[in-house]
């Protein structure tokens, strides 16, 4: 019964499986995390501020669905990363704790409303993400480029980050409706190195996901790319850096670097857990390959001190071409 409910959660008023492509997945023991990685439960008062007004306005935050570690720092701040177009995805990734199934029909009002929630939160930058939409003949780039172009309208000087889907499936010239909508950091993940793919992402192509963060830059060389990695699902230090290459080859301006950590039983194994030395040799190598800013460490995510990194990305532009 314990474990049930690790793996369920209720969408539309009915009991449904959370993840039913992985039911039939043998579960795995998790590791003991270490010390590094233990962080404390949310429970200050901007916590409970940043709530609130995410609940007011009915939207979603990968911080929740992902069962982000770091939600108890970010929200203290007022930092949320918005899920939008629903929380239900399309694909069955092997590492995500969102929610697989068939998606509900696209709020027209949610742009708005996200745009209305970042003006009351008073954000000096804001992360859009979503779910996969496969369903969709865009993928949801229109939908994510006017949430953009309504918080430019409601919250002029407001930087905007979005971290996409892949558009894999989507008709052509969907991602470039986002690019054209001018967010000020595109960000796709990458997520893991080639040969974890079947077993990790097995809906996406790792050679894809490098193309439109190069066709990004291709259309618009001033908009800000950034990657993800994830480390400690049995990879080798030579196929890391292999993944750095390939992105610095499509002009990826920032990576970030941090430790998996496995959400059930039923989700793919850790492998190991990096220690933060490690993770200190992985930025000053990232460095050495011409990155304009590497975030490295266990709990780095995506969206981590967002606001902070786009501040040294802008720095280090300017230093660069000073």
């Known amino acids: 019964m314990h474990l ?83 929380d239900i995805c399309t694909r069955g990734c092997a590492f995500c704790n969102i929610a697989t199934g068939r998606p509900e029909k696209l709020d027209p009002f949610e742009p708005l409303r996200v ?43 407001t930087s905007i980050e979005v971290l996409t889907p892949d558009f894999l499936h989507a008709a052509e010239g969907s991602a470039e409706k986002i690019i054209r909508s001018k967010p000020d950091v ?64 499509a002009n990826v301006d920032f990576l970030t670097i941090g430790q998996y950590l496995q959400p059930t039983p039923k989700h793919y194994p850790v492998d190991r857990f990096v220690d933060p030395e490690e993770f200190k040799l992985f930025e000053k190598i990232a460095y050495g390959k011409g990155f304009l800013l590497v975030a490295s460490s266990p709990l780095t995510r995506s969206s981590f001190h967002a606001d902070e990194d786009f501040k040294k990305l802008s720095k280090m532009r300017q230093l660069k071409f000073s």
């Open 4 to 86: 049930e409910k690790n793996y369920t959660s209720k969408v539309n008023t009915d009991m449904k499986i959370r993840h039913p492509e992985k039911q039939k997945n043998i579960p795995s023991s998790p590791m003991r995390k270490p010390d590094w990685l233990r962080v404390r439960s949310p429970g200050s008062r901007g916590y409970f501020e940043t709530k609130g007004i995410v609940d007011e306005f009915k939207l979603k935050t990968v911080c929740e669905e992902a069962a982000c570690p770091n939600i108890g720092d970010c929200w203290m701040k007022k930092h949320a990363t918005f899920l939008i177009m629903g």
């Open 115 to 157: 745009a209305k929630s970042v003006e009351k939160l008073s954000l000096k930058h804001v992360v859009l993400t979503s779910v996969d939409r496969d369903d969709l003949n865009d993928g949801g780039a229109e939908h994510i480029a006017r949430t953009v172009d309504l918080i430019r309208k409601h919250s002029k000087l």
């Open 186 to 249: 595109f960000n796709h993940n990458v997520e893991t190195v080639p040969s974890k793919y079947l077993m990790v992402r097995p809906g996406a192509r790792y050679f894809s996901s490098l193309r439109l963060l190069q066709f990004v830059k291709e259309l618009d060389e001033n908009i800000f790319t950034k990657s993800g990695l994830m480390v400690g699902m049995g990879e080798t230090h030579d196929e890391l850096f292999q993944v750095m290459d390939d992105l610095r080859s």
